[in-house]
């Protein structure tokens, strides 16, 4: 296939993953407002209370409290076999694998290390609020530094190879609604410089990558030029450059005959393939993406999120107290009626009568 080609049907792919998960994120997203005690309240009159009862936080960190005590305080939390013609025993993979988990990379440009027990502790916060919990399990060289006696300074030269977990924002997953897992798209959004840096790498295509960087540079060029046109105030140009990352992993189909089977490639700013269609480089073969829910919900490919539930009756409790904190204020000010006649001016009622307010009256009063 084209480039072009390959392109048209990642982002058809694409669209049909947005339309289908549509209404899944509109309830995530009411889902966090509640955990960071949020509500929409501009049903509300000026002046009444618009109290948050954090009864959805409370929740979501006993939690993840929950899950990360069961990984850190009981020693260890799971156990290996191996096969009799392995060259170490149970022990001692299970040893190894530990250390592997205790010292994951948040990111593969964060050289920062964390734990499983804060990927998971996360991982059910997001599961518990949005429904799938999403994890990249893959592996990179590491840099880590090291002491040189000999020279007195830190060196940066060994490169071991890393297991990285990374967990996934649901907004940024684009699986087959279908359910037939066809292709799952990894959207997320990157500086330049990193793009850069993986195209000299050999990750990407160094010749579209520079593509990119002569057209944001033209871009920002024709931009400024505008404004000056137009005689705007003209803003400092950006440093920080960013290029939205759309990673393919699945078989790309045309006209129904398969055309690449079992693939990845990576598509930049919708436009650019600067990754070509390349075998799946795992061992393993399959998808390095690990989802699931907390709830299961058959023949669903997003299931549903424990917060579904709970976070309206944090709704209703929100409304239940500001009504009654309303209430006992109202009856402390007193103020229930006015008669415009006896008012000085009685624009002073126009926007209505807060609590506490002062009205100047006249003398027919």
């Not at 160094?206 to 033209?218: F, L, P």
């Not at 480089?281 to 709970?310: C, Q, T, Y």
Request: charged share 30%.
């Amino acid at each position: 296939m084209e480039n072009t080609e390959v392109v048209k049907v990642v982002k058809d792919c694409f669209k049909e993953a947005e339309e289908a998960r549509r209404e899944r994120m509109r309830l995530s997203k009411i889902n966090r407002d509640a955990s960071n005690n949020v509500q929409n309240f501009d049903h509300k009159q000026e002046g009444q209370s618009t109290e948050f009862l954090p009864r959805t936080n409370s929740a979501v960190q006993q939690f993840k409290a929950f899950i990360k005590r069961g990984l850190i305080q009981f020693g260890n939390w799971f156990d290996m076999e191996m096969p009799e013609d392995s060259p170490i025993d149970s022990e001692e993979a299970r040893y190894i694998l530990t250390e592997f988990l205790n010292t994951l990379p948040v990111s593969l440009f964060n050289q920062d290390s964390t734990t499983i027990a804060h990927v998971l502790s996360d991982g059910a916060e997001v599961g518990l609020l949005e429904s799938l919990i999403i994890m990249k399990v893959h592996g990179f060289k590491r840099k880590k530094p090291q002491f040189n006696f000999e020279k007195g300074e830190t060196e940066t030269k060994l490169e071991p190879w890393s297991l990285a977990i990374d967990l996934i924002k649901p907004e940024d997953y684009y699986p087959d609604p279908t359910g037939r897992r066809l292709y799952e798209i990894h959207r997320v959004e990157r500086d330049l410089v990193d793009v850069v840096r993986l195209a000299d790498q050999g990750v990407y295509d160094k010749e579209v990558v520079a593509d990119i960087v002569i057209s944001m540079e033209k871009h920002d060029l024709e931009s400024t030029q505008r404004k000056k046109e137009l005689k705007q105030d003209e803003k400092p140009p950006q440093f920080r450059k960013k290029v939205v990352i759309d990673e393919f992993w699945g078989t790309i189909i045309k006209d129904g005959e398969v055309i690449h089977e079992n693939i990845v490639c990576t598509i930049a700013n919708d436009s650019y393939l600067i990754r070509k269609p390349t075998k799946n480089p795992f061992w393993h073969g399959g998808s390095p993406f690990v989802a699931g829910p907390l709830i299961r919900v058959p023949f669903s490919v997003w299931h549903k999120a424990l917060a579904d539930n709970f976070v309206p009756l944090n709704f209703a409790a929100n409304e239940m107290f500001n009504l009654m904190l309303d209430g006992g204020l109202a009856s402390v000010w007193g103020v229930s009626q006015v008669r415009p006649g006896y008012l000085e001016d009685a624009r002073q009622v126009s926007n209505g009568i807060q609590q506490g307010m002062t009205l100047v009256v006249n003398d027919s009063a």
